[in-house]
DNA sequence: TTTATAAATGAAATAATATTCATTTATATT
DNA sequence: AATATAAATGAATATTATTTCATTTATAAA
C-alpha cells in the first residue's frame, strides 16, 4: 500500500500562507497553490475537502506556530532600555522574517472563510507577554511613562507592526530597516 | 438626453467599502454589489471599466475622502505642534468611526489589485504630501527629528491604526481614548 | 409633443475557478 | 515477484463570477 506522505499536508500549508501574504486571500486559487506546492490539484482535496476547509486548518495550524519567543538572546542581568531594545527589535525581525503569518491573520478575520474566535486574543497575550512584563517593571522603576501598560504595548505593537508590513508590500528587503531611528522613536516616546 | 446620475459612482463606492469590511476584497461580488447598491449588474460596468478599475479608484477615493477629513479644522497660523496635533486626532477619530476605511487599506495591499503605477503614486503623493511637507517643515525648524519623513509617518499611523483597531474590537467607545497619553507618547516619539 | 440621445436594465454569454474521477503510480504485505 | 491497496495525477466537468449587449427607459432639446 502506498504511504501517505503527511509532511505534504504542512508543505501546502506554509505554501499557502506564502501566496496569501503575496497576493492576499482573494488571489489565493487551488490550481495554482497544487503548481505552487509541487503537487497536482487533485491531490490538494486527498487532504482538504475543499477551500473552506484548507483555509480554516491554516488558521488552527498557524495558531499552534505563533508562539513564539521574543525573548530569545535577553540577558536578565542587562539594562532594561537594552531589555526593550532587544525585544522590539526580535519582534519587528520575526513580524519581517514571517510575514505571512500577520497577513494571514490579518485578511482571515475579515474574509468569507472567517466563522467565529476567542482564542486570538489568549494567543496575541501569550505572545505580548515578555513585553508588557517589561514596561511594567520599568514603571516601577520611573523610567517609564506612568501610562496605561496596554496602551504603551499597543503603540509600540503598532509602530513595529507597521514597519513590518511597509517592509514586505514594498518589498525592500530586512537589511533596509532604519534600526536606530526606529527604536529612538519608540524610546523617547515610553521614557519618562 | 438622459442625465447620468453621477451620485451612483460614490453610491458604488460607499456599498463597496461597507461590503468589504464585511466579507472581505474576495468576497465582493459585482452582482451583489449592484443588487445591495440597488442598481443593475450592468450600470456598475458603465461608470466601471470592470472590476479592477472599481476597486483602484475606490482606492483612491478613499484616499482623498479619508485627507480631506483628517485636516478639517486645521489652520495655517497655528504653531506646527498643535497642527500635527489635530491631524493625528482627526485621523484617530475617523479610523474608529469608520472602521470600513482601515478595513479596505488593509486588505487592499495585499490583494491582486493593487499595483504601482505613475498614475496613482502622483495621486498618492498629491495626497499624502502636505502632511509629509509638515513633517519636512518640522524638520528644517529643528523641531523634529531628522529621520526619513516617511518613516516618520508610517510609525505615527501605526501606533493611530493599533490603537483604531483596539477601539473597534473591544467595542469600547471613542470617549475612552486617552488622547493626551497618546498624542505625548506620539510628540515625544518624533520631536528633536 | 415629438425626437434624439445616453442611461439603465438584466438575462445571456464568457471567463475564471473549484472540484471530481477514471486512470496511473508507488509501496507494504504475502 | 505478485498482489492489494491507497496515494497521486490532471484532464474533464461543474460551479461561480464577470462582463456584454440587445432592449427599455428617462430626459433635454427641438
Known amino acids: 500500500m502506498r504511504i501517505k506522505d503527511e509532511s505534504k499536508?504542512?508543505?501546502?500549508?506554509?505554501t499557502a500562507l506564502l501566496m496569501i501574504s503575496k497576493t492576499g486571500l482573494s488571489g489565493l486559487k487551488m490550481s495554482q497553490l497544487a503548481k505552487e506546492a509541487n503537487i497536482a490539484t487533485g491531490t490538494v482535496y486527498i487532504y482538504f475537502k475543499d477551500k473552506d476547509e484548507l483555509i480554516r486548518k491554516l488558521y488552527l495550524y498557524l495558531l499552534k506556530k505563533t508562539t513564539l519567543d521574543y525573548s530569545k538572546g535577553l540577558d536578565e542581568n542587562v539594562p532594561l532600555k537594552l531589555k526593550i531594545k532587544i525585544l522590539t527589535f526580535n519582534y519587528l525581525a520575526e513580524s519581517i522574517l514571517?510575514?505571512?503569518?500577520?497577513?494571514?491573520f490579518e485578511q482571515y478575520f475579515r474574509s468569507p472563510f472567517f466563522v467565529e474566535n476567542e482564542m486570538i486574543k489568549n494567543e496575541e497575550n501569550t505572545v505580548l507577554g515578555p513585553i508588557y512584563e517589561l514596561?511594567?517593571?520599568g514603571q516601577k522603576q520611573a523610567i517609564i511613562k506612568n501610562i496605561n501598560p496596554e496602551l504603551l504595548v499597543s503603540l509600540?505593537?503598532?509602530?513595529?507592526?507597521?514597519?513590518?508590513?511597509?517592509?514586505?508590500?514594498?518589498?525592500?528587503?530586512?537589511?533596509k530597516i532604519d534600526w536606530e531611528s526606529i527604536f529612538t522613536v519608540i524610546w523617547d516616546g515610553i521614557k519618562s
Chains 1, 2 share one sequence.
Open 9 to 14: 499536508e504542512s508543505i501546502i500549508f506554509e
Open 156 to 175: 509600540v505593537c503598532g509602530m513595529l507592526n507597521e514597519v513590518a508590513k511597509e517592509s514586505i508590500y514594498t518589498q525592500s528587503g530586512i537589511e
Open 98 to 104: 514571517h510575514p505571512e503569518y500577520g497577513a494571514f
Open 135 to 137: 514596561v511594567i517593571e
